[in-house]
């Protein structure tokens, strides 16, 4: 094994300063996954340019250390934890908007400014950046690209990926390669932009980001309706896509999780329902929710009502944003994030309910419902090996009904360390040894994000 003292030596003769304290290191070995085990980095590098992330690389390729590329480490799958022996590169530091393009229509960013930022530096222009995640105000763009995350908007105005025009990107060998574009058109040569999309820093470092910007829509309408099961929430949600609105938002909250929002900051939401189903609407948006309302009535909505002005609505939607730190609140939460087909949204809620019956732990859902896309939060004791293993039991299980289900095991937060076995279950073996064959081909010492989405 490469003895520390050489390595700290050869960073040092780049100009760059390894941190090396265990406290320090400690620190900045996980993300907001529980339950993951990190292991043991060497060293802590805080870049702050291209050049100094591509010197790192250089010198980690040459004595195949491991680098794990992290960002404000908000991810829910484990893959910004450290692994043994690495170097742990934050580009958080790189934290600059390089500029804003209002005839373009674009932003280029270096990958630690966060998310909300970006909207606050285009709205002079009256554009926006539209994903939307709800850890927007402290997750980062590089992050974001990174895992592909989604959002709370996204049932409208789409993911990350779709936003991504051009990446410049820093290869496991230190060398520098810019892909995509910055024009509104252009298919010259493969799609790397989104090949890294979703790569979790296993395939290059993501130094800049060329994103797409948006007007800013009118301002939308909110409504809220209360359901006495979960069941009729989701048969709601299936009845208003196929109707063919076109909410802005369509948010489901269960009980378990109103509850513990309330708790955290008492606004009068209803503590007896069993789920809420939040919807907004920007469009024309007093017709748009006007049939919403029809809807959901007829899917058996026991209330339904409006939010009487923007606070109200903003307010609606804060606290839906919250609702991860609720729950943080009743124990230690193991997030899990699957994606149905939005016609099966309703069993899967009936099988999540019968998941934690079984196993007898608590799970709140909250669900960006229009996308199918589900987060059951399953609550344990860290400290009672029975009660995490009963939490366990019942991840496993809705990872499996998802994919029973025709779904997915990550709609958005990715694979990581959490999935990485439940991705050769997802995918047949034909795709998952081409995955493999790219992961060589840009990482053949495998040195970037090692044991992250992929076993072995």
Request: glycine content about 10%.
């Amino acid at each position: 094994m490469l003895a520390m003292s050489e390595l700290f030596s050869a960073l040092s003769d780049t100009g760059l300063t390894p941190v090396t304290d265990a406290d320090v290191i400690a620190a900045h070995s996980v993300d907001h996954a529980r339950l993951v085990e990190p292991g043991r980095a060497a060293a802590l590098i805080r870049a702050r340019s291209t050049e100094e992330v591509a010197a790192v690389l250089r010198v980690a390729a040459e004595r195949a250390v491991p680098v794990v590329p992290q960002g404000a480490r908000t991810g829910l799958a484990g893959s910004a934890t450290a692994v043994d022996g690495a170097i742990l590169l934050d580009l958080s530091p790189m934290d600059s908007i390089l500029s804003i393009d209002p005839v373009n229509r674009i932003a280029v960013c270096q990958p630690g400014v966060h998310n909300a930022e970006i909207s606050a530096a285009a709205a002079e222009h009256g554009l926006r950046y539209a994903p939307d995640p709800s850890s927007w105000r402290i997750s980062t763009i590089g992050g974001n690209i990174a895992t592909a995350a989604g959002g709370i908007c996204c049932v409208k105005y789409g993911v990350t990926a779709e936003y991504v025009l051009g990446l410049e990107v820093v290869l496991a060998s230190g060398e520098i390669m810019r892909c995509g574009r910055r024009t509104a058109k252009g298919v010259a040569g493969y799609d790397l932009v989104h090949l890294f999309c979703g790569s979790e820093g296993t395939l290059g470092v993501i130094t800049e980001a060329t994103v797409k910007l948006s007007p800013i829509p009118p301002d939308r309408l909110t409504l809220a309706a209360v359901f006495d099961t979960t069941a009729a929430a989701g048969r709601a949600v299936t009845a208003i896509m196929a109707a063919g609105a076109q909410p802005s938002l369509l948010e489901l909250i269960d009980n378990v999780h109103l509850r513990a929002l309330e708790d955290l900051r008492p606004m009068g939401l209803p503590t007896d329902a069993a789920a809420l189903l939040l919807v907004a609407a920007d469009a024309d948006p007093n017709l748009e929710l006007a049939e919403i309302e029809r809807l959901c009535g007829g899917a058996g909505a026991a209330e339904v009502f409006r939010a009487t002005d923007a606070a109200e609505a903003d307010a609606l939607l804060e606290s839906r944003r919250q609702a991860l730190h609720a729950m943080e609140r009743l124990g230690t939460v193991l997030v899990d994030d699957v994606a149905v087909p939005r016609s099966r949204l309703a069993e899967a809620l009936d099988g999540i309910q019968a998941a934690s019956e079984r196993h007898g732990v608590v799970i709140g859902v909250i669900a960006h419902a229009g996308d199918g896309n589900l987060h059951p939060n399953i609550v344990v004791d860290a400290d009672d090996g029975d009660s995490v293993a009963a939490g366990r039991a019942a991840f496993d299980e809705i990872l499996e009904l998802a994919l029973g289900l025709g779904g997915t095991v990550t709609g958005e937060h990715g694979v990581g360390t959490l999935k990485r076995e439940w991705l050769e279950r997802e995918v047949d073996p034909v795709n998952l040894a081409a995955q493999r064959r790219i992961k060589a081909a840009f990482d053949p010492l495998g040195i970037l994000n090692p044991g992250k989405i992929l076993a072995g």
